[in-house]
Every structure is written in C-alpha cells, then in structure tokens.
C-alpha cells in the first residue's frame, strides 16, 4: 500500500501546483487563442526539468534563491503578460490610431519558453520540498508535476475558448489579463 499513497500523493502535489496552468489556459482561451498541443509541451517539459533542479540541487539553489524569490519571478512575468493583452486591446490601438491592433495571434515556441520559466519558477521549490520529504519519489513528482501541467492547461484553453469568450465578448481581453495579473499575484502572495 505504500505504492498508493505515493501516487496520491504525487498526483495531489501535481495538481496543487498548477492549479495556476489552468488560469494560463482559461485567460489565452478567453482572448480566444488557441494553446497548441507542441507549446503547452514544451511549457511543461520546463516544468519537468525545474522540479527535478529543484529536487537534485535544492541545497545549493536554497542558499541563493529563496521560496519567495521564485515566486516573485514567476509573479512578476504572469502580470506583465496580463498588462501586455491589456496594452495590446485598450491602449495600443489608442496611441496609434494608423496601425492594427497589436495582438497575439498564436503561441509559438518562444512565448511557450517564455510561459514554462514563468510557471515553473516555484516547481524549484516544489522539487526541493519533495527531496527533503522524501527522496524516492523525486521522479515520480516531477512527472506528475508535468503531467498535471499539461492537463490543467489544456483544460483551461478549452473551457476559456469555449464558454468564456462567449460569455465575455467584447470583454474577454480585459478577462484574460486580469486572470493572467491575479494568477500572477497569487504566486506571490500563496
């Protein structure tokens, strides 16, 4: 039975760390923008690397970079995303009036890169607080941790894209990167 309580534990750390994906899912669905399979792995197979960082030098990392910090980072780039979609609706188009909307078309490997540090700045700590717990389920954490990550944006993109931008209409910009600043602020202040 040890086995058991191991994957339920593992499961329970991999989706109480993302529950933030599925924020990142619902805010691109709702400024209706499809978040490709490719992407959404390459932001997860970020979170895989960090959470065994985490686990493999959470000695060394705790010495130079705290719980707080990781947060602040990941914080401080999940807010500046959610201004940019508010920048790119409401201001951009105001300042200059002869260009296009300013928008985000697609995600590409870039902004996934981009998303996977953001997200995975506290998988450093996730991963360290594992080794200290328990140092046999290292691996299966972190590919929980992805795993859930995966799933958890996914469903996000797909229940933002859907139900919400319709719910929201003109709106949905405004939505979207206010649940990008609040995910954002909650990784700083939870």
Not at 58 to 64: A, K
Not at 100 to 105: E, H
Not at 162 to 179: D, E, M, W
Request: aromatic share 14%; net charge positive.
């Amino acid at each position: 039975m040890v086995w058991l309580s191991v994957f339920i534990t593992a499961n329970l750390i991999g989706i109480g760390s993302n529950l933030d994906n599925c924020g990142i899912g619902i805010a691109y669905g709702s400024g209706k923008i499809k978040f490709p399979y490719w992407v959404n792995a390459i932001v997860n197979a970020i979170g895989f690397c960090t959470a065994l960082l985490g686990a493999y030098m959470g000695n060394v990392i705790s010495h130079y970079i705290t719980f707080a910090e990781a947060s602040w980072a990941g914080g401080i780039v999940l807010v500046c995303i959610g201004l940019f979609f508010w920048y790119s609706k409401y201001l951009h188009p105001r300042i200059n009036r002869n260009q296009k909307q300013m928008r985000i078309q697609k995600l590409d490997w870039k902004q996934g890169i981009i998303l996977g540090f953001a997200l995975s700045f506290t998988n450093v700590a996730v991963g360290f607080g594992v080794t200290v717990s328990n140092a046999s389920t290292v691996w299966i954490t972190a590919l929980s941790i992805s795993v859930w990550g995966y799933l958890m944006i996914w469903l996000g993109n797909i229940v933002g894209f859907g139900v919400i931008a319709r719910l929201l209409g003109k709106y949905s910009s405004f939505a979207a990167g206010l649940l990008l600043i609040l995910v954002g602020i909650h990784q700083v202040i939870g």
